[in-house]
């Protein structure tokens, strides 16, 4: 694939996460490109290539991604617009969860069922190693309490083979955290935040203070989009959309925060990564940050 990236300096700059591992901190959730409920092909494939394409040409170096979208739909998809990819481009992905027949999200964290997700990353990406790998844990949308010893241990393994370089938590607590700590470096977690959730502040702070990067998933609120009077009249104040000032609003709150806001379209990708360039004031970030209170 060719293509020219933009001269354009995204928002953020960029965060190492390893000596090997450097994001720009806008990253693209690529979730949106399944079919509806993340299930099944979508309904434009050229479209969604098409973004994918517009993403590397805006210069994101951060692609988050799972076998288990779809299934299989948004990694083939992937391959199929960006591979052989660019030394630059880092491509996140999830294990431990499957699709089920109905659309479910049911578990899958057995030692075996991870081996063969990777595997299957790695099959559809058309990689030969996994930049970084996220142990999903908890639900659709929050943790739940438990030892991840087993399955993280089991990721560990395979980091250990060569499978994969980097290794993360998703959907964890504070003290899942630190049990996967106890085991083995993580240089990420992805978890359920946004303006209105703050559920993560402290965690976030302590992850800050290690270099550990934190990823919000469902950054504009997920499944139910973000209702705030506070945002949309801080929004028009400045002259921005909701969507804008709450991604702007994540890059502000602290350094170690990598975006993934996920479309299907190349107009909304856009607009996603310029509208996390806005710089918001003072005024604007006490009024926002009262939101979740």
Same mark, same amino acid.
């Given at each position: 694939m060719?293509s020219t990236t933009t001269s354009?300096?995204?928002?953020?700059?960029t965060?190492?996460?390893?000596?090997d591992?450097?994001?720009?901190?806008?990253?693209y959730?690529?979730?949106?490109l399944?079919?509806?409920?993340v299930?099944?092909?979508?309904a434009?494939?050229?479209a969604?290539? &098409?973004?994918?394409?517009r993403?590397v =040409?805006?210069g !994101?170096? #951060?692609i988050?991604? @799972?076998?288990f979208?779809?299934?299989y /739909?948004?990694?083939?998809?992937?391959?199929?617009?960006?591979h052989?990819?660019?030394a630059?481009l880092?491509?996140?992905?999830k294990?431990?969860?499957?699709?089920?027949?109905?659309?479910?999200?049911?578990?899958?964290?057995?030692?075996?069922?991870?081996?063969?997700?990777?595997?299957?990353?790695?099959?559809?990406l058309g990689?030969?190693?996994?930049d970084?790998?996220n142990l999903?844990?908890?639900?659709i949308?929050?943790?739940e309490?438990?030892?991840i010893?087993?399955?993280?241990t &089991?990721l560990v393994e395979l980091?250990q =083979?060569?499978l !994969?370089? #980097?290794?993360?938590? @998703?959907n964890?607590?504070?003290?899942q /955290?630190a049990e996967?700590?106890?085991?083995a470096p993580?240089?990420?977690?992805?978890?359920?935040?946004n303006?209105a959730?703050?559920e993560d502040?402290?965690?976030?702070?302590?992850?800050?203070?290690?270099?550990i990067?934190?990823v919000?998933y469902?950054?504009?609120?997920?499944?139910?989009?973000?209702q705030?009077?506070?945002?949309?009249?801080?929004a028009?104040?400045?002259?921005a959309?909701?969507i804008?000032?709450a991604l702007?609003w994540l890059?502000?709150?602290?350094?170690?925060?990598?975006?993934i806001?996920?479309?299907?379209?190349?107009?909304h990708?856009?607009?996603n990564v310029?509208?996390a360039g806005?710089?918001?004031?003072a005024?604007?970030?006490?009024?926002?940050?009262?939101?979740?209170?």
């Open positions: 060719t354009h300096t995204l928002a953020g700059g965060l190492t996460l390893a000596d591992l450097t994001v720009t901190r806008i990253g959730g690529a979730m949106q399944a079919g509806p409920g299930f099944g092909p979508p434009d494939r050229d969604a290539i &098409a973004v994918l394409r993403v =040409e805006l !994101i170096t #951060h988050d991604t @799972s076998d979208y779809g299934p /739909v948004t990694n083939e998809i992937i391959r199929e617009a960006l052989p990819y660019r630059s880092h491509i996140v992905t294990v431990g969860s499957l699709r089920d027949s109905e659309g479910g999200w049911p578990h899958a964290r057995s030692p075996q069922q991870l081996r063969a997700a990777v595997h299957d990353n790695l099959t559809r990689l030969d190693a996994l970084l790998v999903r844990v908890g639900g949308d929050r943790a309490p438990g030892s010893e087993e399955p993280f &089991a980091q =083979e060569g !994969i370089r #980097h290794l993360g938590v @998703s964890v607590t504070a003290e /955290v996967a700590q106890s085991i993580i240089v990420s977690v992805q978890n359920s935040y303006i959730n703050r502040d402290d965690l976030i702070d302590a992850l800050a203070e290690q270099g990067a934190y919000p469902f950054p504009l609120g997920g499944f139910t989009p973000l705030s009077q506070t945002l949309n009249q801080v028009a104040r400045l002259g959309t909701p804008s000032v702007a890059l502000q709150r602290s350094p170690n925060i990598l975006l806001p996920g479309t299907s379209s190349v107009a990708l856009e607009q310029a509208g806005l710089e918001l004031p005024d604007a970030l006490a009024e926002l940050n009262g939101i979740a209170a």
